[in-house]
């Protein structure tokens, strides 16, 4: 399988949403961070990436036709020189608002105390509890100490960080080959970029702010 579409836009602008769209209108699945959870043959790719070593992109995405959200969003560039026919979906949200998610859901998944000492007296017994630790500490690196030089709490940086980005996005990919997207809007848009049929249904909003809290519960768990 070979990727399609690449999403660029940074985490809490909808990609949840986006992939659950993506994996309707193309019948295949989508990479997300959720899936790299579950991945741990991923890890070594995403962290010689992040290391400048060399690695081989086919190894998390051979079974893929679309990849969204961080690791993704932060290597999409390189990601689409390995597949250079694919189309990039850019999510986009109003900076402030896309500041304030972020910062009450993604920055705050931190494990409280009692749940450190759970996951610490079930490390040694649960395979897929130490994948998701070994996820969230490379997360924690190449988001937050990396992407955000460990600057987050500083909002006109962050913000600086996030409205940089989408501009490199838009001045780098031609104009055929990228959607700037809204969740809010709806299937048209991406079905007219992608050349698919609107399905029947509303367009998924997954990962809002409550779920994303009962989610995080769940893993934690």
Sequence with gaps: MTLKVIGAGLGRTGTFSLKFALEKLMDQPCYHMFELMKRPQDLPTWKAALEGEPHDWSVPF???????????????????AAYPDAKVVLTVRDPESWYESAKNTIYQFEPNT???????????????LRTMVKTGLYAEKLVWKTHFEDRFDDKDFAISVFEKHNQHVRDTVPADRLLEFNVKEGWAPLCDFLGTPVPDGPFPHENERAAFAERRKEMMG
Excluded: C, H, N, T
């Excluded at 051979?62 to 689409?80: H, K, Q, R, S, T």
């Excluded at 009692?114 to 897929?128: D, N, Q, T, Y």
């Design 62 to 80: 051979a079974d893929y036709g679309a990849a969204v959200d961080y690791p993704v969003a932060y290597f999409w560039e390189e990601i689409l």
């Design 114 to 128: 009692a749940e450190k000492l759970s996951i610490g007296m079930r490390w040694l017994f649960k395979p897929s």
